[in-house]
Each structure stands twice: as C-alpha cells, then as structure tokens.
T-cell receptor, first 113, second 115 residues
Framework: GENVEQHPSTLSVQEGDSAVIKCTYS??????FPWYKQELGKRPQLIID?????GEKKDQRIAVTLNKTAKHFSLHITETQPEDSAVYFC????????????FGQGTILTVHP | DAGVIQSPRHEVTEMGQEVTLRCKPI?????LFWYRQTMMRGLELLIY????????DSGMPEDRFSAKMPNASFSTLKIQPSEPRDSAVYFC?????????????FGPGTRLTVL
C-alpha cells in the first residue's frame, strides 16, 4: 500500500514569514495529493489539492508543488498569520485503493504574532 | 447540505461497556470512511465502504471493533467491550468517489473516553 512521510513534525514561524511542509509518497501510481488543515478541537478540512497533471497550484497565500519523478509534494504558506496555526496533513491515494487516502503524520504549525 | 453528521459528539463510558458511534454521510456520496485520531498514532483509517459495502477493514484494530452500513445514509462503528486504550477522537468522512480521486469531507468527530 501507499506510505506517506511528512516533515517536519513541528514548525514555528514568525507572523509574515513563509512556511513549507514536505511529504514523500511511495506509490508511483498516486495521482491526487490533498492537504488538510485541522484546527484545535475541529475536524480536518481540505485547503488545497493537486492532481498529477500539473506541477504547481496556488490559492491566495497557499500553494502546493508536486514532483512526480522524486515522489514528493510540498505545501507553501506565504505571509503567515496567527490563524494559520493548526495541524496540517498531506495525503495520497496509492495505486490500488479506490477512494482511500493514506495520511501523513501531520505538522503542527505555530505562527507567533 | 448539513455535511457529515456524527453522534454522539462526546461519549464517556466505563471499561467493558459497549459503545456505538453513528454517522450520516453527505447525501449522494458513495464512499464512507471511519478514522481514529490519537496523539500517538495520528489519523488512522479503520475501515471504509463503497456503496454500503466494506472495501478495506485492515485498519480495524481487533475483533472488538465492528462497523456496518445498512444503507446509504447511515453507518455505525461499534466497540464491544471497550477498553481505556480505545479513547480517541473518531471521525467519519464521506466522498463522492468519482474515479479514484476525490475530496473527503469529515464529520465533527466523536470524542470517546473509556474510563
């Protein structure tokens, strides 16, 4: 099955700085890579995703890049704000698991005012 | 749409008791997932259904755990007997399942405490 590794496990930045979270996956057949944000005590919610036919996708202050050759993808948050503080999860489907996602271990992002 | 609905939101029980968690997926979604989240183990997939049929239950920790989906709008996750190590937040999620790639929408979760 798919194996997803996520780094770093914790990330602390000053407000206004950029934050980058990286994930690697094992199954070369994976073709969909979502990122979820989970605030304290809340449910995980999708913030951005990328399909394998593109290398980068942006949505305001967040962007995701994908390198299929190296089998890694990254979340970039620019001009961080305190409300960006949360746990972020990456995920990948794997090649044979229809509908299923394997999640990374999560990154606790803290943005200091 | 109300989103994925889970009940109860909080459950406190004593070791050995039966616990039943409930989930109503988003109408029209073909896939339903049960996850468990703990600090130590992160977000773990327990089981998932496609069109009410269990597809992969390899994440179910042991025979004390069982899940059913009798119809497209309802699923249960049962723990019998419960143990303190089952304490966690249990999330239900659903997705359209178009092709193999689709957004999973999570419910608010059930926080289970087993004393």
């Amino acid at each position: 099955g798919e194996n997803v590794e996520q780094h770093p496990s914790t990330l602390s930045v000053q407000e206004g700085d950029s934050a980058v979270i990286k994930c690697t996956y094992s199954d070369s057949a994976s073709n969909y890579f979502p990122w979820y944000k989970q605030e304290l005590g809340k449910r995980p919610q999708l913030i951005i995703d990328i399909r394998s036919n593109v290398g980068e996708k942006k949505d305001q202050r967040i962007a995701v890049t994908l390198n299929k050759t190296a089998k890694h993808f990254s979340l970039h948050i620019t001009e961080t704000q305190p409300e960006d503080s949360a746990v972020y999860f990456c995920a990948a489907p794997g090649g044979t698991s229809y509908g299923k996602l394997t999640f990374g271990q999560g990154t606790i992002l803290t943005v200091h005012p | 749409d109300a989103g994925v609905i889970q009940s109860p939101r909080h459950e406190v029980t004593e070791m050995g008791q039966e616990v039943t968690l409930r989930c109503k997926p988003i109408s029209g979604h073909d896939y339903l997932f049960w996850y468990r989240q703990t600090m130590m183990r992160g977000l773990e997939l327990l089981i998932y259904f496609n069109n009410n049929v269990p597809i992969d239950d390899s994440g179910m920790p042991e025979d004390r755990f069982s899940a059913k989906m009798p119809n497209a709008s309802f699923s249960t996750l049962k723990i019998q007997p419960s143990e303190p190590r089952d304490s966690a937040v249990y999330f239900c999620a659903s997705s359209l399942g178009v092709g193999r790639q689709d957004t999973q929408y999570f419910g608010p979760g059930t926080r289970l405490t087993v004393l």
